[in-house]
């Protein structure tokens, strides 16, 4: 990604996780103190870390292959073509990036199945929707032009989709292994 489009990704980030303090607590996670364990949380990131990789790499051959992005320009093909697929492959990459990195916290924030059986407060919903509306809407907005974005094909959002169900599921089954494993 260009580094402004770097920079908002991370501005908008920030500003999903502002609902953070005002988050709900499972009342398991409550009943009695409990000690910080760095080697937990080192456990925990090297394990549950890599999976937003897979996504990232499934984003990077969609854009690459299903969608012609090439970087480094195409035989044949017109600057402002080989321009073009490059803003696509930043606009598609901002995106995935974005909506999968604010959904997560969701996931990882609840060892039940988030959204149904623990929910996150309002602020912390209302912040996530924001961010990721705002995600889904910049490349079609004003703004876009400013941040080297174009608009998406149709067919990206029903990848984009699917890779949202698929991260969402297998980091929460994941995640349910290794509470099983360390005792969460």
Known sequence: MAPIQILTNNLLYDISQTGIPLDNVDPELIKKPRAWDIGFIKRFMIVIGPLSSIFDYATFFLMLYAFQCVLFGKPGTSPEMN???EKLFHTGWF???????????????TN???????????????TTLLVMTAAVVLPYSPLAALLGFVPLPPT???????????????????????ARTYGV
């Open 95 to 109: 995106v995935e990036s974005l909506l999968t990195q604010t959904l997560i916290v969701h996931i990882i924030r």
């Open 83 to 85: 321009l073009y697929y």
């Open 156 to 178: 990206y959002w029903l990848w984009i989709a699917g890779f949202l169900a698929a991260y969402g599921a297998l980091t929460h089954f994941v995640k349910r292994r290794f």
């Open 112 to 126: 039940r199945v988030p959204f149904f059986q623990s929910r996150a407060s309002l602020a912390m919903t209302l």
